[in-house]
């Protein structure tokens, strides 16, 4: 097999089903690095492939590789096309378009390989982080992503997400919304973009309301897998 988005699928379900993966991440390693950039053309075909790999690999390094926190992020053990790779360099290299991890989506990485820069996607998409999955416990759940079906996969982990995990005190006026929110503050377009955000997939006005970044949970949650979508993909 050589197309790169059904790879990323294949792999992630065999991950999520504790079935061999080996041969998916030998067959990524051997990809040709001018075939990868073919291959993933376009934002549609770059989200689906990297958050499938993020995904994927974040439980693999995890339960197999036994990495912790902060490791795990910066070790180089995702291999493709021959280059190493930590999932850092993908959430916030490829996915978030070279932005440095700690200013909130503000500023760019001043010193990004030309790697990076050629896999990037084009434009950040905010739904990205209601895709990614980081083991924890106030992590999305892990689903899979296609490049046919990414705007309606995206569109319903959006709203899904958002959906179960703000809370709404209406005798306070007060949102409790995610501390995703404030994290990567830019890639939502600042408070008023989060606002238009959570208005849309909440179906509700947010004007009036005093926005409070919950506190995440860290707690580990592996194997958070969303089975009916899954259930979905397969039929």
């Known amino acids: 097999m050589n197309d790169l988005n059904k790879i990323s699928e294949q792999l992630l379900l065999a991950v999520k089903k504790?079935?061999?993966y080996e041969g998916f991440l030998i067959t990524l390693a051997d990809f040709d690095a001018d075939i990868v950039e073919k291959q993933l053309h376009n934002d549609r075909f770059k989200n689906a492939f990297w958050i499938n790999i993020y995904n994927s690999f974040f439980q693999i390094l995890r339960k197999y590789k036994n990495l912790n926190q902060p490791k795990i992020y910066t070790a180089k053990e995702i291999i493709i096309a021959g280059q190493k790779l930590s999932l850092d360099d993908i959430e916030h290299g490829i996915l978030r378009r070279f932005r440095y991890k700690y200013s909130l989506g503000y500023f760019r990485k001043p010193f990004a390989s030309t790697l990076i820069?050629?896999?990037?996607?084009?434009?950040?998409d905010f739904r990205i982080h209601f895709a990614l999955n980081c083991g924890a416990k106030s992590c999305p759940p892990i689903a899979s992503y296609t490049v046919d079906k990414l705007e309606e996969q995206l569109e319903l982990a959006s709203k899904s997400f958002l959906n179960d995990d703000t809370l709404?005190?209406?005798?306070g006026k007060k949102?409790?919304?995610s501390r995703l929110f404030l994290w990567f503050l830019n890639d939502f377009g600042?408070?008023?973009g989060s606002r238009i955000i959570i208005g849309k997939y909440l179906d509700k006005d947010p004007t009036g309301y005093k926005l409070i970044y919950n506190d995440y949970s860290w707690e580990e949650h592996l194997n958070n897998y969303d089975e009916k979508r899954?259930?979905?993909e397969s039929t």
Not at 117 to 124: C, M
């Open 190 to 192: 600042g408070k008023k």
């Open 230 to 232: 899954f259930d979905q």
């Open 117 to 124: 820069k050629r896999w990037a996607v084009s434009k950040i």
């Open 18 to 20: 504790e079935e061999p």
């Open 168 to 171: 709404i005190n209406e005798q």
């Open 175 to 177: 949102m409790l919304i």
